[in-house]
């Protein structure tokens, strides 16, 4: 069952302030579980979410798989504090700041590897440099975007808000809306927005360039490979401590996800149109360029770490001011 949004707000109100759900899913009398709730946003990592619900061995095992679309942090919370999602994927930056505002997640796997861009109308600007004077549209304020912006545009010479202005919106749809305006020099975007914006210049007459890429120029400045941790699927610490082998389960067929979206990229971009407000063409552009590689937490937290401190040096406050324990990596 997909949630629409009045749905979900309804759920969200309903939810506030309510306590973890002790047993994150309905047990049924032979011990299993009847139901899973998986929260996904219009990112592509929800693409191996909706293969979970559609195409994978988990419908043998769970019987009701509700699937609920999200669009912002607050949304996220919520599903998880009710209780009703217990599987959700997000910004690893996210996952982490939840876990350390008491919300007992845990971190199942890196997924997404770095699909973060700069994009404008400018053809010839290709160094972090030419960015100095420009307005830069960053979507959540004080989120990842920003952040590694600001950690990027450091470490490449520059001041944030002295040598750039930026201007935070509220989603990426609100970056898109006001670059295609002219309301700013540049946006930053993710995949698959980056390609969503692009489409609809196209359809305006106009054409946008990626100009930046954020792997690079994080292999650049640190040293590291031409990756960074991005984004994972996170869930409650009861489900996963409550039910191994349903966690098992739903790690391998993650893994065998990207598999499937490699082997079947017009399917799997059909698959993410059918579960985010996105055109299968998008989807499947945004595909090319997107970084998918499987790792489950605990052997990406080493990457995690270096990933989180980067961040914490633009802002101290973030993850209050420490990085998680080793409760907030799964093992399995």
């Known amino acids: 069952m997909t949630y629409n949004r009045r749905q979900f707000f309804q759920l969200m109100t309903a939810s506030l302030g309510l306590s973890i759900a002790a047993g994150c899913g309905r047990p049924t009398t032979n011990g299993g579980l009847s139901s899973l709730g998986i929260g996904g ?6 693409i191996p979410l909706a293969y979970l619900v559609e195409h994978s061995r988990l419908r043998d095992a769970i019987a009701d798989i509700d699937f609920f679309a999200i669009r912002n942090h607050d949304q996220m919370k919520a599903l998880l504090a009710s209780g ?112 969503n914006v692009v489409a609809k210049a196209q359809q305006q007459d106009l054409e946008l360039f990626y100009n930046l890429d954020f792997k690079e120029t994080w292999s650049q400045v640190t040293g590291q490979s031409a990756r960074f941790p991005q984004a994972g699927i996170s869930a409650l610490s009861n489900f996963v401590d409550n039910n191994p082998d349903v966690v098992t389960l739903i790690q391998t067929e993650l893994r065998d996800s990207l598999d499937w979206i490699q082997q079947n990229p017009t399917d799997a971009a059909e698959l993410g149109a059918k579960y985010m407000d996105t055109p299968a063409s998008v989807i499947a552009q945004s595909l090319k360029t997107n970084q998918f590689e499987y790792v489950p937490a605990m052997e990406a937290r080493p990457e995690l770490e270096v990933f989180y401190q980067a961040l914490m040096q633009v802002n101290p406050k973030l993850l209050k001011g420490q990085l998680p324990d080793v409760e907030f990596y799964a093992e399995s």
């Open 84 to 195: 009703q999602g217990q599987i959700t994927a997000n910004p690893t930056l996210l996952a982490a700041g939840l876990y350390q505002q008491d919300i007992p997640i845990k971190l199942l796997n890196v997924m997404v590897w770095g699909n973060i861009y700069v994009l404008s109308a400018d053809g010839g600007l290709s160094q972090w440099e030419d960015l100095r004077g420009k307005s830069v549209l960053i979507p959540f304020k004080g989120g990842m975007p920003e952040m590694i912006f600001r950690f990027l545009s450091i470490q490449s010479g520059l001041e944030p808000d002295q040598d750039i202005t930026i201007q935070s919106t509220q989603d990426f749809q609100s970056t898109a809306q006001l670059l295609l305006t002219g309301a700013a020099d540049v946006g930053v975007f993710s995949e698959p927005h980056a390609s």
């Open 41 to 46: 946003s219009p990112i592509l990592l929800t």
